[in-house]
T-cell receptor, first 114, second 110 residues
Framework: EAGVTQSPTHLIKTRGQQATLRCSPI?????VYWYQQALGLGLQFLLW???????NRGNFPPRFSGRQFPNYSSELNVNALELEDSALYLC?????????????FGAGTRLSVL | RKEVEQDPGPFNVPEGATVAFNCTYS??????FFWYRQDCRKEPKLLMS???SGNEDGRFTAQLNRASQYISLLIRDSKLSDSATYLC???????????FGTGTLLAVQP
């Protein structure tokens, strides 16, 4: 069974550009979560999508947005990129919204903003 | 105060040593607790869930103390391959959000 897959693996952008990151959850999982892991910092919760709707977002500015498609895959969009957006962006999926279900992470997209 | 606090380490231990990691969390309403392992430049992987009754998986033992809001991970007979960052993770029941500690770096020396 395929795990959570993310693309691209690496992404290089310049300040002010937009970045789009993609995530495909484990088959059958309906919830997708996005996290940011900046160098030297812990993982920070970004967004949670379930059944196509945004259920919760972390303490990030509105230029971080996303969506979930009918097939439960998801996109994270970061507009007006800033240098400090350089980080590893991790996607996780879980089976439904039940809080006790463990989450499984993809390998991440490493975004570098120059 | 951080929501989840861990000693960042690094913990440098010889092979075969027993090492313990501690973690405290601030939200008493937190419902679920986990230890994740993250290798350098890789994604976090679930190591084990943590229950009040304690749970053991081979050389790894995890314990939760709800009254003290304290989580621990014990690694016995450490191996070189145990070298990684260990992340203490707390899940908020209401938001389904994972709150990560900043991780404790373990380096097992030959």
């Amino acid at each position: 069974e395929a795990g959570v897959t993310q693309s691209p693996t690496h992404l290089i952008k310049t300040r002010g550009q937009q970045a789009t990151l993609r995530c495909s959850p484990i088959s059958g999982h309906t919830s997708v979560y996005w996290y940011q892991q900046a160098l030297g910092l812990g993982l920070q919760f970004l967004l949670w999508y379930d059944e196509g709707e945004e259920r919760n977002r972390g303490n990030f500015p509105p230029r971080f947005s996303g969506r979930q498609f009918p097939n439960y895959s998801s996109e994270l969009n970061v507009n007006a990129l800033e240098l400090e957006d350089s980080a590893l962006y991790l996607c996780a999926s879980s089976l439904g919204r039940v809080s006790l279900i463990n989450k499984y992470f993809g390998a991440g997209t490493r975004l570098s903003v120059l | 105060r951080k929501e989840v606090e861990q000693d960042p380490g690094p913990f440098n231990v010889p092979e075969g040593a027993t090492v313990a990691f501690n973690c405290t969390y601030s939200n008493s309403a937190s419902q679920s607790f986990f230890w994740y392992r993250q290798d350098c430049r890789k994604e976090p992987k679930l190591l084990m869930s943590v229950y009040s009754s304690g749970n053991e998986d081979g050389r790894f033992t995890a314990q939760l103390n709800r009254a003290s809001q304290y989580i621990s991970l014990l690694i016995r007979d450490s191996k070189l391959s145990d070298s990684a960052t260990y992340l203490c993770v707390v899940m908020e029941g209401a938001t389904n959000k994972l709150i990560f500690g900043t991780g404790t770096l373990l380096a097992v020396q030959p």
